[in-house]
């Protein structure tokens, strides 16, 4: 049986873990002086919460190796295969560190989902099929799917990607200005953010969506198969 597990960038619930199989690794968030695990002591409303109401600009970092080796080698202790599907090396050293730690343990396969958020659980779902098949078998198929997977965002905000160096405050205030909608996501071929598009107002970023295939998007980000 393979045992399957992702980190909190996957934005999968501690809730929904049974339900879809998975055991969750949750990512460190340090805001202002105190550091918190994403998703066990710190909900998504309390992180946006105190993002937007006390303007703290959040810092991440891996989540803690040796809880991550013994919780995986638990599992291969117990005669389970692991598969490890992490956020997108392009925007983490997750799956880098994973992978250096895991490389002797012939029943570990760590696979860098080259997405995030919607992504990550499209893959999940892909490998749940196959869960009786060989660590290379369910390699094989999840990465025919990654570059299918199309992760788009659609800030309400130019506020925090000129927070996180992504953009010129120049650049922010004359986007905020003109109701500038830029239409971001993450490049599953390379697994880095890059800018597909930018529009005037939602509605026409929206709009623009549509050649990226079938997909719903709320205000934040969306994610679909192409």
């Excluded at 393979?2 to 960038?9: E, H, I, M, N």
């Excluded at 619930?13 to 695990?37: A, F, S």
């Amino acid at each position: 049986m393979v045992k399957v597990f992702v980190d909190s960038g996957s934005s999968i619930k501690q809730e929904e873990k049974e339900k879809l199989g998975v055991e969750i690794l949750p990512l460190k968030i340090l805001l202002g002086d105190k550091e918190y695990l994403d998703g066990v002591d710190l909900s998504v409303d309390e992180f946006y919460d105190v993002l937007i109401n006390k303007n703290i600009f959040p810092k991440t970092s891996l989540p803690s190796l040796c809880d991550v080796e013994e919780r995986v080698n638990e599992c291969t202790n117990n005669g389970d295969d692991v598969i490890i599907l992490t956020i997108s090396s392009g925007i983490s050293g997750t799956y880098n560190t994973f992978r250096m730690l895991f490389e002797d343990n012939e029943k570990v396969r760590v696979i860098d989902s080259k997405c995030a958020v919607g992504g990550i659980r499209l893959l999940v779902q892909e490998i749940n099929k196959y869960r009786d098949e060989s660590l290379d078998f369910i390699e094989k198929k999840v990465n025919v799917l990654i570059p299918r997977i199309k992760i788009i965002a659609i800030p309400e905000t130019l506020d925090y990607l000129h927070k996180g160096g992504r953009l010129s405050r120049t650049a922010k205030i004359a986007g905020n200005m003109m109701h500038l909608k830029p239409l971001i996501g993450i490049d599953t071929q390379s697994g880095l953010v890059k800018m597909f598009g930018k529009s005037i107002g939602k509605k026409s970023c929206h709009h623009r969506n549509s050649r990226f295939g079938d997909a719903v998007f709320a205000s934040v980000c969306g994610a679909c198969i192409r």
